[in-house]
């Protein structure tokens, strides 16, 4: 490494003030920065990790928020070696997106929808590089080859709506990178992404540090995904970094409580049906707030959770009931999409095409794919929000593909999802009261509003949630809080089978783990059947009896959890199993060797 570091750090300091008193989001943080190194943050929401990478570039400037004392020292191309806390807000402005560029966590709320792609990377180059329209277009397009966008020319003039989520990803990255920034700052670049196109970021994002030496200050809450990309660690807890090491030292040999039960929540390939371990388990925090290891820490040992364990396939109609619950047949979907304004031909998108398969009470099967694989389409066809184009689906015996209006109505009340955002599906002008009580009064369950009361003050115990957070809106609860309330209101009509579409793709490993241990947990006493729909194959292995693999519209293959891992078929799926990121300690290690490898050739 240079003697001297690019980016420094020293003592960093950030508070928010409100109602309750000022909070410490960032409290005397300290690190380094060397050119052609990668760090990553890591730590669950609230952690502070976010703060201390918009902290850097003093994008928290206003009240609530306030940078209150460190030092922020960067060796600048054009001012030389500068504390970024002084410098003026002039020279400031030079510095971001020019010098110090970031890659937000949310694409589509960071790409501005009323402007098209191209025009939004080719301002940054306009406004820093005086390019002129023509070059900036020219740059932007080379820049777009270079991100490995399909299609770049059509991008360019493409809205974010119109194109995918890893392709938004991507251009965030090009603009990123449109300046040969000296330092990159990615704020959970792939969180919520396919194993395959996160795969595929990690690689951009190294092939781009190769290419021009830029230092990377990488923020996540996946663990997994620092083995992939990362030289060193920096584990933040509650505002302050409570271990760091290299990649290899942190997964070792752990020292702080606080990482160990990160390293543990994670679910593993390796492993079969398990209870997970969560951060809680791990630590022990003292009146005074002082953190240490929880004494005579027990982790939960191996605990089979379901009746379809060590089958062969096709042998679970075997098991308890030898009619399936739910069953899909040659299930079509298909999207009509007009060629143009003035065209009268349309072209036809099979988002499910000829879709077959049953489910069993009491079973957990995971429908895994890519993001338009047609596999939320598929859970929505079932549940007839989005009207099927042909083909049949039977629950409890009953063909619902042909009920409307209140038949329908009635056989949904067996038959519920939860949804991928719950700040999306909850009302934010409703209680989260009202919320779980709604479906009971739509369904007429229970004879009085006081029933139903003590009916949602039960599902809030059961989903650990108190009685105090009846009267609380949606907003006042944390993300994995706010899907626990979504889980409650599914379980507020005792359905029989519910459909989980991404449940907990966005959220903090432990938090995960506590949603996946709660839904494992419901299964066992009520008997639930679930259709959990994912992209996190780890997650599928830890909660399926059997997994159906789908692509373009298609199923490709279906087996058994161990099958499908062990042994996969498919080309397709096999590309999906060798994108996960390294998980076991040799994997990891393989990892960093080839890592470093890299770096002592391109020295």
């Known amino acids: ?281 791990f630590l022990q925090i003292a009146p005074d707030g002082t953190i240490s290891e929880r004494l005579n820490l027990v982790v939960p040992e191996a605990v089979e959770i379901n009746n379809f364990k060590n089958l062969p396939d096709n042998s679970t109609t075997q098991q308890v009931n030898n009619s399936p619950l739910l069953s899909v047949e040659n299930l079509q979907v298909y999207f009509p999409v007009r060629k143009s304004l003035f065209s009268r031909s349309q072209e036809v998108i099979k988002a499910v095409d000829g879709v077959s398969f049953e489910i069993f009470p009491g079973e957990t099967v995971a429908l895994v794919g890519e993001s338009g694989c047609g596999k939320t389409t598929l859970g929505r066809a079932i549940l007839k929000m989005v009207e099927p184009t042909g083909g049949t689906i039977h629950f409890n015996n009953v063909n619902i593909s042909s009920l409307s209006g209140s038949e329908l109505r009635r056989e949904r009340r067996n038959l519920q999802m939860i949804f991928q955002d719950p700040y999306a599906s909850l009302n934010p002008m409703q209680t989260i009261g009202e919320a779980i009580m709604e479906p009971m009064r739509v369904h007429n369950v229970y004879n009085t509003e006081a029933e139903r009361k003590e009916r949602v003050l039960e599902l809030l115990h059961t989903v650990n949630l108190s009685r105090e957070h009846y009267s609380r809106y949606p907003h006042e609860f944390s993300g994995g809080q706010r899907q626990r309330i979504s889980i409650a209101r599914a379980l507020a009509l005792q359905p029989q089978c519910i459909i989980c579409d991404e449940s907990v793709s966005a959220l903090d490993v432990s938090v995960q783990a506590q949603v996946l241990n709660l839904l494992n947990k419901l299964k066992a006493e009520f008997g639930i059947t679930y259709l959990f729909i994912t992209h996190d194959l780890a997650v599928a292995r830890f909660m399926a009896d059997r997994i159906f693999v789908m692509s373009q519209g298609k199923m490709v293959e279906s087996g058994t959890a161990t099958q499908i891992y062990e042994h996969p078929q498919h080309a397709y799926t096999r590309t999906l199993i060798q994108a996960i990121p390294a998980g076991e300690l040799k994997d990891i290690v393989a990892v960093q060797e080839k890592r470093a490898l890299r770096k002592v050739h391109r020295v």
Not at 69 to 92: A, F, H, N, T
């Open 1 to 281: 490494m240079p003697a001297l570091p690019l980016l420094q750090i020293n003592n960093l300091q950030t508070e928010f003030s409100s109602h309750l008193g000022v909070v410490k989001a960032v409290d005397q943080v300290s690190f380094h920065l060397y050119p052609g190194e990668t760090v990553a943050i890591v730590g669950e929401s609230g952690s502070g990790k976010s703060v201390t990478s918009l902290s850097v570039l003093r994008l928290i400037n206003s009240p609530p928020g306030n940078i209150s004392g460190g030092e922020i020292m960067y060796q600048s191309r054009q001012y030389g070696m500068v504390d970024l806390l002084q410098l003026p807000e002039k020279q400031m402005q030079h510095i971001r997106g020019n010098e110090i560029s970031m890659i937000f966590q949310e694409p589509m709320t960071s790409l501005n929808p009323v402007y098209t792609c191209g025009f939004q990377v080719r301002e940054v180059l306009q406004w820093h590089k005086g390019l002129t329209k023509k070059e900036a277009n020219e740059k932007t397009l080379a820049l777009f080859e270079q991100v490995k966008l399909p299609r770049p020319d059509k991008i360019l003039k493409s809205y974010p709506h119109e194109i995918s989520g890893g392709q938004k990803q991507r251009v965030m990255i090009a603009m990123a990178m449109a300046c040969n920034p000296a330092v990159l700052i990615a704020d959970e670049p792939t969180t919520a992404l396919d194993v395959t196109v996160q795969a595929r970021i990690l690689q951009l994002l190294d092939d781009l540090q190769q290419t021009h030496q830029t230092a990377i200050l990488f923020i996540t809450h996946d663990l997994g995904v620092v083995a992939e990309i990362a030289d060193r660690v920096l584990v933040m807890y509650k505002g302050k970094i409570v271990e760091q090491g290299t990649v290899r030292q942190l997964f070792e040999n752990p020292q702080h409580p606080y990482t160990k039960g990160l390293l543990a929540c994670r679910p593993a390939l390796s492993f079969g049906k398990k209870v997970l371990p969560t951060v809680s388990d």
